[in-house]
Nanobody, 124 residues
Framework: QVQLVESGGGLVQAGGSLTLSCAAS????????MGWFRQVPGKEREFVAH????????YYADSVKGRFTISRDNAKNTVYLQMNNLKPEDTAVYYC?????????????????WGQGTQVTVSS
């Protein structure tokens, strides 16, 4: 079992920045592809970003491309989401997720492990 714990959420004004972190309990963290998703009440969970097990491959939703950056530090068992130029529509609960494999994974059902989420609120 992989346990994931997100942190770094909060309230920020539009145009501001936040960095989310997701710490994994698993010592073989480097074997897992990681993703960030977000969800607002009444809507489905939405893909935000993906990073491959070795950090070389990244992929972003069009809505965040050029503003968000996903990265990972396998020595620290941590994945990050740097969010710049935040907009009110970025307001959501953000979740990190993990799964084994070497492909690109962008659907929630493709992931096996999830964190509890961290709230990001962007005021206008």
């Amino acid at each position: 079992q992989v346990q994931l714990v997100e942190s770094g959420g909060g309230l920020v004004q539009a145009g501001g920045s936040l960095t989310l972190s997701c710490a994994a309990s698993e010592r073989s963290f480097s074997n897992y592809a990681m993703g960030w998703f977000r969800q607002v009440p009444g809507k489905e969970r939405e893909f935000v970003a993906h990073i491959s097990w070795n950090g070389i491959g990244t992929y972003y939703a069009d809505s965040v491309k050029g503003r968000f950056t996903i990265s990972r530090d396998n020595a620290k068992n941590t994945v990050y989401l740097q969010m710049n130029n935040l907009k009110p529509e970025d307001t959501a609960v953000y979740y990190c997720a993990a799964r084994g494999g070497i492909s690109r994974y962008i659907a929630p059902e493709q992931y096996d492990y999830w964190g509890q989420g961290t709230q990001v609120t962007v005021s206008s």
